[in-house]
């Protein structure tokens, strides 16, 4: 969202993070989720005043999806293990959960840093410690 609409301050960090990643050889994902997502809060009225279009932001997902060096990443077999594992481990509750899904596709797949809310990109953790798939099998109150 910040790289896309310029009355952001950190619009022009965005941006130049984007257009590296999007333009560079280095594989980077996006969780498929927060596609639909970045559709649904910039062309919100509630949230943007004007809101972006939804031609406009329908086509700026495209424009990123059309990078060769982007992969979607997708929930696959082991996504609700990490999810559900996330939730209870580190007490996640309301809107939070959807966080908790993106860091669960992103643990899934290996992700190993992020870009979060504009700014650089940093080491990938889970909602607030490192969680990996090898945490599906040790629980510290015995469960497995």
């Known amino acids: 969202m910040y790289a896309h609409r310029e009355e952001f301050p950190q619009h022009e960090a965005a941006l130049a993070e984007v257009t590296r990643l999007a333009e560079g050889p280095r594989r980077w994902g996006l969780p498929v989720f927060v596609l639909g997502e970045f559709v649904r809060v910039v062309t919100h009225p509630r ?17 990123l999806l059309d990078s060769t060096s982007l992969r979607v990443l997708n929930p696959g077999h082991d996504h ?17 959960v959807y966080d908790a899904q993106i860091a669960a596709v992103c643990i899934e797949h290996g992700a190993t840093t992020r870009s979060h809310r504009g700014s650089r990109l940093q080491p990938f ?12 099998n040790h629980r510290s109150d015995g469960e497995t």
């Open 80 to 96: 609700w293990a990490i999810l559900g594992r996330l939730v209870v481990d580190e007490r996640v509750r309301g809107n939070l």
């Open 125 to 136: 953790r889970g909602p607030r410690r490192a969680a990996s798939r090898q945490d599906l």
């Open 47 to 63: 949230v943007l005043h004007p809101p972006t279009g939804e031609r406009t932001a329908v086509a700026a997902v495209q424009a």
